[in-house]
């Protein structure tokens, strides 16, 4: 009976409009999204040729990652050139240039963005109307008057419906990555292969999260309509209001400038400033040094609030699994610190600069750092589980029956 309901549930839900229209916006966007980085990616690397350090230049820039094209990040951090030759100013600039003026108005179309707000939408509009839907138009008393069990009718949506949006999410993002193998010939080897199927489980894992939501709230409210309402507000406010509204807070509280202010501050500072040029050169690195401390500060505090939520865990374990995540932080500002502090050293002593070294971290530290993450949507998850069940066992499917639909 169990295996019945969850064919029911999957035939019902591949065999509707829903499906074919979801699966067309999903692919489009994602087709589009891994063509748009991967063009990204590509200007990053030969901006990287062009930038790169020559021997005995003073200069450091990081070669971009091809799995920015899942997750973004903080990859237009770690890709900045540290440039030396206007010592003892010293200049950082992105690898990338801005594509056009709305670049800075609108947030990069990674996968990771993809799933975060479309997934999530599409996986609520898959379960809003899954319980008093069929409540109210009657399935739910005959299934149960022809021998199923609400546990079996329970089972058969939450299997049914996860392979559905499994479907919806794989095939687009299947087919994204092999037109980057087969069109573009683009650079897979095993870890990279190995990172994107990790990235992919952590994606289903979120998407059946808001499935799990979505399907909770069908099962406490009596009309699909004000199912729908309540689900276009569970996810506006779990995916923008609140992570937006903690977001600001704590950047109010800390009063972190912005990476652009910061240079421009520093640049005109030492031009203007009557000062040695060595007390100069110190007074920047101290700078340099006490603003990575505070944004590693602050990243530590926001993501101790914004896991969380679910997209904000997410977030952090997409970018994670990438190397391109806030762990990544704490490597990255050391190395440039180092590099600094030697090039300065080095032209006081008359030596040669010392080689710019930065490692990304191992795909096993990432998992460790990527664990407060996925537990966080493991919780969510399994709670939204539990609730729906309470849920379903109070739900009187001969009263939703009734009515007009």
Same mark, same amino acid.
């Given at each position: 009976?169990?295996?019945?309901?969850?064919?029911?549930?999957?035939?019902?839900?591949?065999?509707?409009?829903?499906?074919?229209?979801?699966?067309?916006?999903?692919?489009?966007?994602?087709?589009?999204?891994?063509?748009?980085?991967?063009?990204?990616?590509?200007?990053?690397?030969?901006?990287?040729?062009?930038?790169?350090?020559?021997?005995?230049?003073?200069?450091?820039?990081?070669?971009?990652?091809?799995?920015?094209?899942?997750?973004?990040?903080?990859?237009?951090?770690?890709?900045?050139?540290?440039?030396?030759?206007?010592?003892?100013?010293?200049?950082?600039?992105?690898?990338?240039? !801005?594509?056009?003026?709305?670049?800075?108005?609108?947030?990069?179309?990674?996968?990771?963005?993809?799933?975060?707000?479309?997934?999530?939408?599409?996986?609520? &509009?898959?379960?809003?109307?899954?319980?008093?839907?069929?409540?109210?138009?009657?399935?739910?008393?005959?299934?149960?008057?022809?021998?199923?069990?609400?546990?079996?009718?329970?089972?058969?949506?939450?299997?049914?419906?996860?392979?559905?949006?499994?479907?919806?999410?794989?095939? !687009?993002?299947?087919?994204?990555?092999?037109?980057?193998?087969? &069109?573009?010939?683009?650079?897979?080897?095993?870890?990279?292969?190995?990172?994107?199927?990790?990235?992919?489980?952590?994606?289903?894992?979120?998407?059946?999260?808001?499935?799990?939501? &979505?399907?909770?709230?069908?099962?406490?409210?009596?009309?699909?309509?004000?199912?729908?309402?309540?689900?276009?507000?569970?996810?506006?406010?779990?995916?923008?209001?609140?992570?937006?509204?903690?977001?600001?807070?704590?950047?109010?509280?800390?009063?972190?400038?912005?990476?652009?202010?910061?240079?421009?501050?520093?640049?005109?500072?030492?031009?203007?400033?009557?000062?040695?040029?060595?007390?100069?050169?110190?007074?920047?690195?101290?700078?340099?040094?006490?603003?990575?401390?505070?944004?590693?500060?602050?990243?530590?505090?926001?993501?101790?609030?914004?896991?969380?939520?679910?997209?904000?865990?997410?977030?952090?374990?997409?970018?994670?699994?990438?190397?391109?995540?806030?762990?990544?932080?704490?490597?990255?500002?050391?190395?440039?610190?180092?590099?600094?502090?030697?090039?300065?050293?080095?032209?006081?002593?008359?030596?040669?600069?010392?080689?710019?070294?930065?490692?990304?971290?191992?795909?096993?530290?990432?998992?460790?750092?990527?664990?407060?993450?996925?537990?966080?949507?493991?919780?969510?998850?399994?709670?939204?589980?539990?609730?729906?069940?309470?849920?379903?066992?109070?739900?009187?499917?001969?009263?939703?029956?009734?009515?007009?639909?």
């Amino acid at each position: 009976m169990i295996r019945t309901l969850i064919r029911k549930e999957i035939a019902g839900h591949l065999l509707s409009l829903r499906f074919s229209l979801a699966l067309a916006l999903f692919s489009a966007v994602t087709l589009t999204s891994v063509l748009a980085m991967y063009r990204q990616y590509e200007q990053r690397a030969e901006d990287y040729t062009l930038c790169q350090a020559r021997a005995g230049e003073p200069r450091a820039s990081i070669p971009p990652v091809l799995t920015s094209v899942l997750a973004w990040g903080l990859e237009d951090v770690t890709g900045r050139t540290v440039d030396l030759t206007q010592a003892p100013a010293v200049l950082t600039f992105p690898l990338q240039s !801005p594509l056009s003026l709305l670049d800075g108005f609108f947030p990069i179309l990674d996968l990771t963005y993809v799933v975060r707000v479309i997934g999530a939408l599409v996986a609520l &509009g898959f379960a809003f109307d899954a319980v008093c839907g069929e409540g109210r138009g009657g399935t739910l008393a005959l299934s149960l008057a022809a021998g199923a069990s609400r546990g079996g009718i329970l089972l058969g949506k939450l299997v049914g419906g996860s392979v559905v949006i499994a479907v919806l999410f794989l095939l !687009p993002v299947l087919v994204g990555l092999s037109l980057l193998r087969v &069109g573009f010939a683009a650079p897979l080897d095993a870890e990279l292969v190995l990172r994107a199927l990790l990235w992919a489980a952590a994606s289903l894992l979120y998407l059946v999260c808001f499935y799990c939501l &979505g399907l909770l709230v069908s099962a406490l409210v009596a009309t699909p309509k004000v199912a729908l309402m309540g689900c276009l507000v569970l996810w506006t406010t779990l995916t923008f209001i609140v992570p937006g509204t903690l977001t600001s807070l704590l950047r109010l509280e800390t009063g972190l400038q912005s990476p652009t202010r910061f240079e421009q501050v520093n640049f005109y500072t030492v031009r203007l400033a009557a000062k040695p040029r060595e007390a100069v050169a110190e007074g920047q690195l101290q700078q340099r040094e006490a603003r990575a401390q505070a944004m590693l500060a602050f990243s530590h505090r926001a993501l101790s609030a914004l896991r969380l939520l679910p997209g904000p865990a997410y977030v952090e374990v997409g970018t994670t699994l990438a190397g391109t995540g806030i762990g990544q932080m704490p490597a990255y500002f050391g190395a440039v610190q180092r590099f600094l502090r030697g090039a300065q050293q080095g032209r006081q002593a008359g030596t040669s600069i010392p080689a710019f070294a930065f490692q990304r971290a191992s795909l096993g530290a990432c998992l460790q750092e990527a664990a407060a993450g996925i537990l966080s949507l493991l919780i969510w998850t399994s709670t939204a589980c539990w609730a729906l069940t309470r849920a379903w066992a109070r739900y009187d499917v001969r009263v939703k029956e009734a009515g007009p639909q």
